[in-house]
């Protein structure tokens, strides 16, 4: 999947964004899939991203899009339950 960030849609609903597009098909590991396209802001660094957040129901967790690695160092530390996301 493209894109910055995808959650389960109840989680994006109680954040107040704003949807800017309706029932994108898009492919996924368990096939093809439709989602909604949310306006997302988040905060990094002290810096403030707009970015794209797709919205679907049956999304067990957030995912985090493959985008983000042109504009972010990730490193996940599972043993301690770290994400840390750097801008480059």
């Known amino acids: 999947m493209s894109g910055a960030i995808a959650n389960p849609t109840q989680d994006i609903e109680a954040l107040g964004w704003e949807k800017i597009r309706s029932n994108i098909m898009l ?26 957040v797709h919205a679907g129901d049956n999304l067990p967790e957030i995912l985090i899009g493959v985008l983000w690695l042109d504009v972010v160092r ?14 480059k």
Do not use: H, N, W
């Open 27 to 52: 492919s996924t590991a368990q096939g093809m899939a439709y989602f909604d396209i949310y306006e997302g802001r988040m905060i990094m660094d002290e810096q403030e991203f707009t970015i794209p």
């Open 74 to 87: 990730i490193v996940i530390d599972k043993v301690e339950g770290i994400l840390t996301m750097e801008v």
